[in-house]
């Protein structure tokens, strides 16, 4: 079964996935991966209806920026 990867703000609210890649510079990468956003990683969108994506990852609910969450590749669940 192949999975489609799509970006992250496109995920509606209540859907989960698990990270695929982030594609971004090394800082931002970092960044994310010290919040828990790391290949691998399963998560869970909150709310995605207007500004930041909200998603919950390894327990932890984050706000992220909508052009940062369009970097994050992911496999829906």
Sequence with gaps: MVLQKVR???LPPGARARVVSIDTGCRLRTRLMQMGITPGAILEVVDNTRGPVIVRVRGVTIALGRGMAN???????
């Design 71 to 77: 970097r994050i590749l992911v496999e829906p669940l």
């Design 8 to 10: 992250l703000v496109f």
